[in-house]
Nanobody, 126 residues
Framework: QVQLVESGGGLVQAGGSLRLSCAASARPFIMYHMGWFRQAPGKEREYVAAIDWSGSSTYYADSVKGRFTISRDNAKRTVYLQMNGLKPEDTAVYYC???????????????????WGKGTLVTVSP
């Protein structure tokens, strides 16, 4: 069983930045590709970004490309999401996810992904 704990959410003005962190209990952490998903009120969960086990490959949703950066520190078993240029439409609960399958961690809504965190709320004011 893998536990994922997100942190770093909060309230920020449009144009601002936040850095989300996700601490994983997975051992070995390098077994897992990691991803971030989000769900806005009244909307379906959507894919945001993913990073492979080594950190050498990343994948972003078009809506965040150029503004968000995903990274990981395997020694600390932690994955990060640096969010710059935040927009009100980025407001959502952000979820960290882990899976040994790259195809599953990059699906549009994370269907079938093995492990999920409880989420952290990001609110972007106009």
């Amino acid at each position: 069983q893998v536990q994922l704990v997100e942190s770093g959410g909060g309230l920020v003005q449009a144009g601002g930045s936040l850095r989300l962190s996700c601490a994983a209990s997975a051992r070995p952490f390098i077994m897992y590709h990691m991803g971030w998903f989000r769900q806005a009120p009244g909307k379906e969960r959507e894919y945001v970004a993913a990073i492979d086990w080594s950190g050498s490959s990343t994948y972003y949703a078009d809506s965040v490309k150029g503004r968000f950066t995903i990274s990981r520190d395997n020694a600390k078993r932690t994955v990060y999401l640096q969010m710059n240029g935040l927009k009100p439409e980025d407001t959502a609960v952000y979820y960290c996810a882990a899976d040994s399958s790259w195809s599953r961690i990059t699906t549009a809504q994370g269907m079938g992904v093995d492990y999920w965190g409880k989420g952290t709320l990001v609110t972007v004011s106009p």
